[in-house]
């Protein structure tokens, strides 16, 4: 917990400082480390749209938090909240999921697409 | 080799109770009569499918857990594929999950009983008292529950 803080600290320093194209150059170590505390404000704040620099919210992943452990396809209600309007599966940058998590998460949507509890394209 | 498997497939919907208990059973005779054990028969009821289906737009949702092995599994998808009412249907491994949740779970009771170390110790500092003891009481319920 105090490795946290301490790490966040220096980062929100160097964030605010440096620009754009040194935070979008690290995002990859901090993606790929999992729901690392300090990968999670790095790709709000360097984010593709570039939109509200200074806007960084901490994103964790949804499953590590609240130590959901199986992401079964039969839970709509859960997957749901992880698929767009359109019903394409929602990017772990925008959602803040872990690799691990995301990765299950893909296959149970896969999975709940075939037997159609989710949608493959939402209907206009 | 028998492994754990979750067959979930959806009847029409105009198929009336009767005929789909009878439906169910059938498929419950091929799992049983080829060595296969039912864990689990749900009906999770009529549900709207997500997109059309052969035309229609809702279906029977049924959902057999079994554990049985590779041809029976084979023969059953065999049944389910010529059977006119189910119009979809799909089979999933579990046995390889389950194992990953126990390990989990094993895990996390091991790893409970470590972090409920420190609470012994923190008696013995007078001015942390009040907040590890609220903090390990409003803990406590979170990871029964979880």
Redesign the interface.
Known sequence: MSDETSVKAPETGSGSGAPSGQSGESRPSGGYQGNRPAGGPRPAGGGPGGRGKFFRRKKVCKFCTEKIDAIPYRDVRLLQGFVAERGKIVPRRLTGVCTTHQRRLTRAIKQARNIALLPFAARH | MDRLYEV?F?VRPDVVDEELDKLVAGFEGTVTSGGGVIKQTEK?GR?K???T?RKFND?N?I?LTIEANGAVVAELERRLRVTEPVI???T?RMDE?EK??AK??AH?NAHQKRSAQPVAHAPAAPVAEPVPVASVAAEEPAEAT?
């Open positions: 979930m959806i999770l549900r499918l997500a997109y289906v279906g949702y959902l979809k249907f799909i999933v999950e990953r949740l989990i779970r996390r979880a």
